[in-house]
């Protein structure tokens, strides 16, 4: 079983910044695949980011070269950096623990989630 708790999440002005954080519970956080989910009311969950074990990073078109994720195996802990925050960006955040094969594999560990609210 792995625990996953998030934090991070507010109200941010368009063009601010955020940085989510999602701690895993164990000591095997290392073995995993870690990414970031987002999902509107009345939207589907969407993939944003991802990172693999050996680092390697993933970004929706939609994100690129504005969000940011990263992993620190030593505080069993991934992030997501998010700038130039737009209102498109609102919803709820969630951090996934999976495996990587081609393509990301969400598991069933999942984040309480954390809101991301872009308003002026």
């Known amino acids: 079983q792995v625990q996953l708790v998030e934090s991070g999440g507010g109200l941010v002005q368009p063009g601010g910044s955020l940085r989510l954080s999602c701690a895993a519970s164990?000591?095997?956080?290392?073995?995993?695949?870690m990414g970031w989910y987002r999902q509107a009311p009345g939207k589907e969950r969407d993939l944003v980011a991802h990172i693999r074990r050996n680092g390697t990073t993933w970004y929706a078109e939609s994100v690129k070269g504005r969000f940011t994720i990263s992993r620190d195996n030593t505080k069993n802990t991934a992030y997501l950096q998010m700038n130039s925050l737009k209102p498109e960006d609102t919803a709820v955040y969630y951090c996934?623990?999976?495996?990587?094969?081609?393509?990301?594999?969400?598991?069933?560990?999942w984040g309480q989630g954390t809101q991301v609210t872009v308003s002026s």
């Open positions: 164990g000591s095997i956080f290392s073995i995993f695949a």
């Open positions: 996934n623990a999976g495996y990587y094969s081609g393509t990301f594999n969400p598991s069933n560990y």
